[in-house]
């Protein structure tokens, strides 16, 4: 057995080198992540029109993450109406609220006319963000009764509404099919048939994609030109193939 040199310690066992990470920072099991949302979600409900932006944050993370799963329930309409006793339609408008604007936006315009700015920006032709009408003026019908133009941040909620109404409406003008056995052997007739179709047929997809159709006269053939956009690549061939099909 070998000796040790007099004065010269036996080496200590190194000790493991202590984790910078804290407890907040370990990841969380969908369990507990959960548990933790879910106690948040019921301390924020009970001033649910000031907290408004922290519940969306915290019901689109259990919504899109499916958490809610991991607590037995198969939906999160049932994990709502168990856990947390907040309906479908308030926390969906409160996740829109989260996702499309920041915590400090939706202080200074609250929650009624920033969903009103959410449904304006799907009925513009334009590919606005919702943020980017409250940047905008809409027009309103002023006391002379003569339409007129006015900031976002001054219109009422109902003044919003009423110019997004004004807009769905003219998008439907728009998408009517032509009037039959006169329009419909036109060129322009059947594209209009034909954004009618697209627009049926858009109606179930998310996001939903815009589709934008022209015609030129050129002598006996005309020419379109067509622009799809917003459409995810996965669906690409789906909807060309009905494109296709509604065109004939």
Not at 156 to 166: L, P
């Amino acid at each position: 057995m070998a000796s040790r040199k007099p004065g010269v310690r036996a080496a200590s066992p190194k000790k493991k080198k202590a984790s910078n990470l804290k407890a907040s920072d370990k990841k969380l099991s969908p369990l507990k992540e959960l548990e933790r949302e879910t106690e948040k979600i019921l301390h924020l409900k009970t001033e649910i029109l000031r907290n408004c932006w922290e519940l969306g944050r915290s019901l689109g993370n259990i919504n899109d993450n499916e958490l809610y799963r991991a607590a037995g329930y198969r939906t999160f309409g049932e994990y709502l109406r168990k856990e947390v006793e907040v309906g479908r339609t308030v926390a969906y408008d409160m996740i829109k609220l989260a996702k499309e604007f920041s915590k400090d936006t939706v202080q200074v315009f609250g929650q009624e006319k920033l969903l009103g700015a959410i449904a304006l920006a799907k009925a513009t032709p334009e590919d606005d963000r919702p943020i980017d009408v409250t940047r905008y003026e809409i027009e309103v019908r002023g006391p002379s009764g003569k339409m007129e133009k006015k900031p976002f941040k001054e219109a009422s909620v109902k003044e919003i509404d009423r110019a997004t109404d004004r807009l769905r409406r003219k998008q439907r003008r728009a998408l009517s099919p032509a009037p039959a056995g006169r329009l419909l052997d036109t060129a322009e007739g059947r594209l209009s048939l034909l954004l009618s179709r697209a627009d049926q047929f858009f109606g179930t997809m998310q996001p939903r994609p815009r589709l934008e159709l022209s015609v030129a006269k050129k002598g006996s053939d005309p020419v379109v030109s067509l622009k799809l956009s917003n459409l995810p690549w996965s669906r690409l061939t789906e909807v060309l193939v009905y494109l296709a099909g509604a065109a004939v």
